[in-house]
């Protein structure tokens, strides 16, 4: 590819008290892709997701968003920038209703008319989320947060979507929901940075992969060609 990337990495360190939990990697997201990075528990996954989304500091590395160097900016400026992220665990708004986490998620938005649409459209995303629209966030089911979680994130138009473990904790089913979401949104042209805990889904989700092992860049490559990987089906695939 010879566009510019929208999220280039590069050289990432991150240390925890002097111990390296990400010791280099680098890795880059063009517009309209979905790409994953994948690893065992403790490689290093959320660790870079944190530093890219400025909610740690890095000891070494660059990072630049669509040109823009990110190493300097706060956390806050991220989202008006088009880089959004679902965290892990989720963080949406327990004591506020469905509709008013979606009205959370487009605080930044000057179109209400368009944001009105925007939650309709997340309605028809997350049919689940319509039935509980007036239910507090606190009192949803744990599938039901992800999604909420994930609709809050939309509701903020990103241009980079940064999905950390989507799944986790989450009933076959409804992960198999969230992951027909995301494979729809993908459809649709939005740019998707994935880390997630079931490497086949994701691999059959991204176009491009990631593998990180302590705190390193090990494998990358085409999800196709990694799902085939002896190596990668031996580690990560349960095969
Ligand atoms: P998981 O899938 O289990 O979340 P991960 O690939 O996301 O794994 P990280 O959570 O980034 O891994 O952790 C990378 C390393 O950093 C691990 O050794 C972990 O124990 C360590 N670590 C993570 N958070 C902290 C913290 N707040 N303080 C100290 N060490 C940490």
């Known amino acids: 590819m010879d566009k510019k990337p929208l999220l280039e990495v590069k050289d990432l360190c991150v240390s925890y008290s002097g111990i390296h939990a990400v010791k280099s990697i680098s890795f880059e997201v063009h517009e309209g ?16 997701l944190k530093a890219l989304t400025r909610l740690i500091a890095l000891e070494r590395g660059e990072m630049a968003f669509d040109g823009q160097s990110l190493v300097k ?35 930044l938005r000057q179109d209400p008319l368009a944001v009105a649409q925007d939650e309709e459209r997340m309605y028809e995303l997350f049919p689940r989320l319509k039935e509980r629209r007036d239910h507090l966030g606190g009192y ?30 989450l009933s076959p089913i409804m992960a198999e929901k969230i992951f027909e979401v995301i494979r729809q949104l993908s459809k649709e042209g939005m740019t998707i940075l994935l880390v997630e ?22 494998l990358s490559g085409e ?11 031996q580690a990560y695939l349960g095969a």
């Open 73 to 107: 900016l706060p956390p806050w400026t991220l989202v008006s920038m088009g880089m959004v992220m679902v965290p892990e665990g989720r963080g949406i708004f327990t004591r506020m209703r469905v509709q008013e986490n979606l009205k959370m998620g487009a605080h």
């Open 33 to 48: 892709e979905c790409v994953c990075l994948i690893g065992s528990n403790g490689a290093g996954k959320t660790t870079t």
């Open 223 to 233: 999800s196709s060609d990694l799902l085939h990987d002896p190596m990668v089906r």
């Open 140 to 169: 949803l089911s744990g599938g039901e947060q992800q999604m909420l979680a994930m609709a809050r994130a939309l509701m903020a138009c990103p241009r980079l979507l940064i999905l950390d473990e989507p799944s986790m904790g």
């Open 197 to 218: 805990q079931n490497a086949t889904q994701a691999l059959r989700l991204a176009k491009r992969a990631y593998v990180i092992d302590s705190g390193l860049v090990s």
